[in-house]
């Protein structure tokens, strides 16, 4: 977002899951200032209007290995409810979907889109089928990241790690986590210039695949290979 003059301050978020990309997102965006709202495991979602409390949520699924629904238990004023794809009904500024493939369609993209959606950040490997990310294209004011540029953090993180691992060279989680911000604005950077460039301004989808391919062809270039 600070590549495009905004921030999480002040945003509901909604994140589906409640694993490892799921719980990792849901800290930075507080860290950032947002406020998520909602997260969900295979059974159902918890809602929280006064922002989930992360440390209920690490305590159920990293210590316990529990179902998310016995957040209700820690904190009572959260509603459960076992439609997981009702969990994009609720009104918010930010989506990242985190769980699985396809679990956003067309009927959920226009509930996201009617609600004011304003962001929709893909954190799962495609996780908006090909009619809801054809809904958030055609829509007016959301910006949709796809997964092939919004979730190249884990792998941009592995290559640091062997990186270091080779090196005996290890940095701190500040400085890794500093560099990986880094490499994310590049990448934004990156595929809003490549859509530009081609004719297709602000289509994020367009302008990853073109810089993804790029990338590829000059490695193949330099290689010699063709």
């Known amino acids: 977002m600070k590549?495009?003059?905004?921030?999480?301050?002040?945003?509901?978020?909604?994140?589906?899951?409640?694993?490892?990309?799921?719980?990792?997102?849901?800290?930075?965006?507080?860290?950032?200032?947002?406020?998520?709202?909602?997260?969900y495991d295979s059974n159902g979602y918890i809602?929280?209007?006064?922002?989930?409390?992360?440390?209920?949520?690490?305590?159920?699924?990293?210590?316990?290995?529990?179902?998310?629904?016995?957040?209700?238990?820690?904190?009572?004023?959260?509603?459960?409810?076992?439609?997981?794809?009702?969990i994009w009904k609720i009104p918010c500024d930010v989506a990242m979907p985190c769980a699985t493939q396809n679990e956003?369609?067309?009927?959920?993209?226009?509930?996201?889109?009617?609600?004011?959606?304003?962001?929709?950040?893909?954190?799962?490997?495609?996780?908006?089928?090909?009619?809801?990310?054809?809904?958030?294209?055609?829509?007016?004011?959301?910006?949709?990241?796809?997964?092939?540029?919004?979730?190249?953090?884990?792998v941009a993180t592995s290559a640091l790690e062997m990186a270091q691992s080779s090196q005996r060279f290890f940095r701190t989680f500040d400085e890794v986590d500093e560099m990986l911000k880094n490499i994310m604005a590049r990448i934004y950077r990156n595929v809003s210039d490549a859509a530009k460039k081609y004719g297709f301004p602000g289509n994020y989808v367009v302008g990853a695949n073109i810089a993804g391919f790029e990338k590829v062809a000059d490695a193949m270039m330099a290689q010699g290979i063709v």
Not at 57 to 83: D, G, L, T
Not at 114 to 119: A, D, E, L
Request: with cysteine; hydrophobic share 40%.
């Open 3 to 39: 590549e495009r003059g905004d921030s999480f301050n002040g945003k509901k978020v909604i994140i589906s899951g409640s694993g490892n990309v799921a719980i990792y997102a849901c800290q930075k965006v507080q860290q950032l200032g947002g406020k998520v709202i909602a997260m």
């Open 47 to 86: 809602y929280d209007e006064n922002g989930i409390d992360l440390a209920v949520i690490k305590e159920i699924k990293e210590v316990r290995r529990a179902r998310i629904k016995e957040y209700v238990n820690e904190v009572p004023s959260a509603i459960y409810n076992e439609k997981c794809e009702d």
């Open 104 to 154: 956003i369609n067309e009927e959920s993209a226009l509930f996201l889109v009617k609600n004011g959606v304003k962001y929709v950040a893909e954190g799962a490997n495609m996780p908006s089928d090909l009619n809801a990310i054809n809904v958030f294209q055609k829509a007016e004011n959301v910006v949709f990241l796809p997964a092939k540029a919004a979730n190249a953090g884990g």
